[in-house]
């Protein structure tokens, strides 16, 4: 188990972020958005797509992962901005951590 899953396995499961991905839409955005989760052991709870714009050259990624805390959040939003066509990345945390 990665370092990141052992510690998201100890987080409360009453804690959830919540990420909110603007990119041009393009085929290989959601597979690099998905894989810094993958990569880490994580599955994401939820995942919702959308093709906007009157031109139909936006992309959000609305995801939703339980279980993390507000550090490894902030890590994981920090690596979605660096990946190639993403233009910005908010995040959300609802609920506490037990700790």
Known sequence: MSRVA???AETSL???AYFFV???AEPGV???VLELFSK???VPSGWHSTVSGADRAGLTIEIQMRGLGREITDYIAACLRQVVSVE???TYC???SAN
């Open 6 to 8: 052992a510690s998201v």
């Open 14 to 16: 009453s804690e959830t």
């Open 22 to 24: 603007h990119a041009q």
């Open 30 to 32: 959601m597979p690099r």
């Open 40 to 42: 880490r052991g994580l």
């Open 88 to 90: 910005a990345v908010l």
């Open 94 to 96: 609802q609920g506490h």
